[in-house]
């Protein structure tokens, strides 16, 4: 439940859109690959995020990318990479290429199941909501997984993950974000968090948990953040009717720091829900709440909690989609801060809303096209933080 800082790259997330693979079967049993190439123009109304001077410019995105698969028997193997190379017509100081990378082994045997994957991300993205504007950072994770099923209801899940968040020297360009960009430093960081879940199934598709992790942060340039983490929670998994499927878990977490900072011990929630309300109309919620590190003056920490609501049709015939998502949040920061306004002091708290809507095209099956807008706006009692962003873009994407 830790590790949604911007890292975890699914293997699915490589592909833009679902499409048949080159089968190599005839060298190597078992093994596709799926090779992709995406050209993307985006507007960006905002590209530093500031409440003032915004500075709006159009980028190219050129996206190549493949997926490899190999299956034999119990065993399987995937490898994936992405490129984003990243080309601004004004702001050219900005021009950077991200990566992302997967490697994930699969074995399952009737009773047993084990599972280590490595996901690697280097994006100017910003991860969580307080950062703004490109910034750099690289994020990987290495989750070793198992599986035992006790009985036909009843299984024991254990998982490990290791996370190593870096940023690096953020000084090529100009931005108006250069103060953040070196505060960034101080949330170099590994984080190791471990745990047990018992799974029952109580319906033939769908299990209930109840999971305990504990886990450290060691920050590299900050030894005062180091923090020690416990969590205790409920999970549900799987198809819960023929419609509706869940991914979501809630519980408690207790965060305490090795310094006289704030402790924290309170509700956490993650995952969602999918319902399928016809054949090609799909219907999303998703719900994030926790603690999230901070360069915020003194605050060690903020409390975020962000929810989504996704929608997707399929026109008849399938070539035409269309989707919405919107969603609002709330950042909550843990110390009091002076307001500029005599010796007045306030706990900052932050608002977010957006949304996005885009159309698909599936042109042939290995060539598809889509429009798509966004829109994300925040507004802070601190007014030094607020920004409004608006994001133009049209696609191409070729696949095979």
Excluded: C
Excluded at 257 to 273: K, R
């Amino acid at each position: 439940m830790r590790l949604a800082a911007v890292a975890v790259l699914s293997v699915s997330a490589l592909l833009p859109v679902p499409a048949s693979a080159l089968n190599f079967e005839e060298w190597v049993q078992g093994l596709t690959v799926t090779p992709f190439f995406s050209e993307r123009v985006e507007y960006q109304s905002n590209v530093f995020q500031t409440p003032n001077h915004e500075r709006g410019d159009t980028i190219f995105k050129t996206i190549p990318g493949f997926l490899a698969e190999l299956s034999r028997g119990p065993f399987a193997a995937s490898v994936g990479y992405r490129a984003e190379i990243l080309n601004y017509v004004a702001l050219s100081d900005q021009n950077t290429v991200n990566h992302f990378g997967v490697v994930q082994l699969k074995y399952d045997l009737p009773r047993l199941k084990l599972q280590l994957k490595n996901d690697f991300v280097e994006t100017t993205d910003p991860p969580g909501s307080e950062l703004t504007g490109p910034i750099k950072s690289q994020t990987n994770v290495l989750a070793p997984t198992a599986e035992y099923a006790l009985t036909e209801r009843f299984a024991l899940g254990v998982n490990y993950a290791w996370t190593h968040i870096n940023y690096p020297g953020n000084t090529s360009g100009s931005s108006p974000n250069d103060q953040q960009n070196q505060a960034v430093q101080q949330l170099n960081e590994d984080q190791q968090m471990g745990g047990a879940t018992v799974w029952w199934k109580f319906l033939a598709k769908a299990d209930m948990g109840v999971t305990f992790q504990y886990g450290s942060q060691t920050f590299h340039n900050d030894p005062s953040r180091n923090t020690q983490m416990q969590i205790g929670a409920l999970a549900l998994r799987g198809d819960l009717t023929s419609k509706l499927s869940s991914t979501f878990r809630i519980g408690v977490e207790h965060q305490e720091a090795t310094s006289a900072a704030p402790s924290f011990t309170g509700l956490i929630i993650g995952g969602g829900w999918l319902y399928q309300i016809t054949d090609r109309t799909q219907l999303t919620a998703t719900i994030d709440r926790g603690p999230q590190v901070s360069v915020f003056e003194n605050a060690q920490y903020y409390i975020s909690t962000t929810g989504w609501l996704g929608l997707r049709h399929d026109f008849p015939g399938r070539k035409l989609s269309f989707w919405l998502r919107a969603g609002a949040g709330e950042d909550d920061y843990n110390t009091k801060q002076p307001t500029g306004v005599g010796t007045t002091t306030k706990y900052r708290v932050d608002t977010l809303v957006g949304a996005s809507t885009g159309l698909d095209y599936a042109i042939r099956p290995w060539l598809r096209t889509g429009i798509e807008y966004s829109f994300r706006q925040r507004t802070s009692n601190f007014p030094q933080f607020n920004y409004d962003d608006n994001r133009f873009s049209g696609r191409m994407t070729l696949q095979f």
